[in-house]
């Protein structure tokens, strides 16, 4: 799905909506929510739910209310109350959807953040936003060059134009705490707007610039993931995962939200499993846990006095030497409950050809023997003219 401003350039490039908010479809802008209850009817005397969800650039979201009965519906691009003035943000959400969103991210029906809306955008109110945003780039590059120039220990990550173009949001990161009141008085005088600060986290900095995961798809908290939950080591730890930051971290330098998404599961593997740092007692020495296989239920165990030397067993095999050890006894052995395994059954795999293509060189045989019969050909020839 797409619409006429996801078409290609002459020279192949594709054009993009570059999330100016104007998609036809909304499939590609980010934080799209599917209403699934909009072939629904509501029961006799309900009115329709009065607070409408709006989205700005880069999946900001806020809750307007409705208080003139416009008829607005998704992808409408609506000019809201702002302070001051008006901006100008796209219809991502109606009906009783958007009271399930206020519960989540606990804004009251009647707060103070919830504005009004003025009016659907007209046709002059698009050229000016649109302008507005065309604007952004060269305004953040300018700024980056004033902050530099200050040598204020902050990194500015992302410039907003509001709707009607008199104000601009900066978003920056920084580690410390920052004193930015000089640069608010340069930027103002500079550009000739009213300026706000707002600095973000590192993961909200990557959900807003977005970027392509080590999985090779999109950022979840670019596209559909909107709270953040905390990530430990311990998710790492769960699921056997070598503690590397390099790997481990994302593209935000924390660790990554897609740790926690099998914690679940492999903590309820885990619930059966001993612990790992019980010792097994046997005549022939004290084993030490090495690794495991979680879902095949495996362990690995290796003798103090001999660590090179690692033993297999299963997880049941591994509880009973380990109630064993309780009654104050010891086994005779590791080896004597290894479990042995079968390496040629698991890489013993037969591939069927589907495509019914034998080989990928099967035409280069061919060439050699056209390239052989023309080389005989030729000697032949050479031989009756001699």
């Not at 930027?187 to 707002?198: D, G, N, P, V």
């Not at 953040?228 to 998710?235: D, E, K, L």
């Not at 059966?272 to 495991?292: I, N, S, Y």
């Not at 006894?329 to 293509?357: H, M, P, R």
Request: hydrophobic residues 30%; glycine residues 6%; charged residues 30%.
């Amino acid at each position: 799905m797409s619409c006429n401003s996801c078409s290609t350039e002459a020279n192949g490039v594709p054009k993009g909506c570059k999330s100016n908010g104007n998609c036809g479809t909304g499939s590609c802008d980010k934080l799209t929510v599917f209403d699934w209850l909009s072939n629904m009817s509501l029961p006799n005397g309900q009115s329709k739910f009065d607070i409408v969800e709006v989205r700005f650039k880069n999946g900001r979201k806020h809750f307007f209310k409705n208080t003139k009965n416009l008829s607005v519906n998704i992808g409408d691009v609506i000019a809201v109350e702002s302070s001051p003035g008006h901006d100008i943000g796209t219809v991502s959400l109606t009906g009783e959807l958007v009271k399930v969103q206020m519960r989540k991210k606990s804004v009251g029906f009647d707060d103070e953040e919830v504005k009004q809306i003025y009016r659907k955008a007209s046709q002059k109110d698009i050229d000016i936003w649109v302008a507005s945003r065309d604007k952004e780039q060269d305004l953040q590059r300018q700024s980056r060059l004033i902050i530099s120039r200050l040598g204020l220990q902050m990194k500015l990550s992302d410039v907003e134009y509001q709707g009607d173009g008199n104000k601009a949001t900066f978003y920056y990161t920084a580690d410390e705490r920052v004193d930015f009141r000089l640069l608010i008085k340069e930027l103002a005088s500079t550009f000739r707007i009213r300026i706000e600060m707002k600095q973000v986290g590192l993961r909200q900095e990557a959900a807003r610039l977005g970027g392509i995961g080590s999985c090779g798809r999109e950022l979840c908290c670019s596209t559909w993931l909107t709270d953040f939950r905390s990530v430990s080591t311990a998710s790492a730890r769960y699921q056997q995962l070598s503690l590397n930051p390099q790997k481990l971290a994302g593209q935000c330098g924390k660790l990554k939200c897609c740790l926690n998404y099998e914690l679940d599961s492999y903590v309820d593997a885990l619930k059966g499993f001993p612990k790992t740092d019980t010792w097994l007692q046997t005549e022939k020495g004290t084993a030490v846990f090495q690794k495991m296989d979680i879902f095949k239920g495996l362990f690995w165990y290796a003798y103090k006095d001999n660590p090179i030397h690692w033993v297999v067993l299963k997880v049941d095999q591994a509880k009973e030497i380990i109630e064993i050890n309780k009654q104050k006894k010891k086994v005779e052995s590791l080896e004597s409950y290894a479990f042995e395994l079968n390496f040629e059954s698991e890489n013993d795999v037969s591939f069927t050809d589907v495509v019914g293509q034998d080989s990928l060189t099967r035409f280069d045989s061919n060439k050699r023997r056209k390239g052989r019969k023309k080389r005989n050909n030729r000697r032949k020839n050479t031989r009756k003219n001699a």
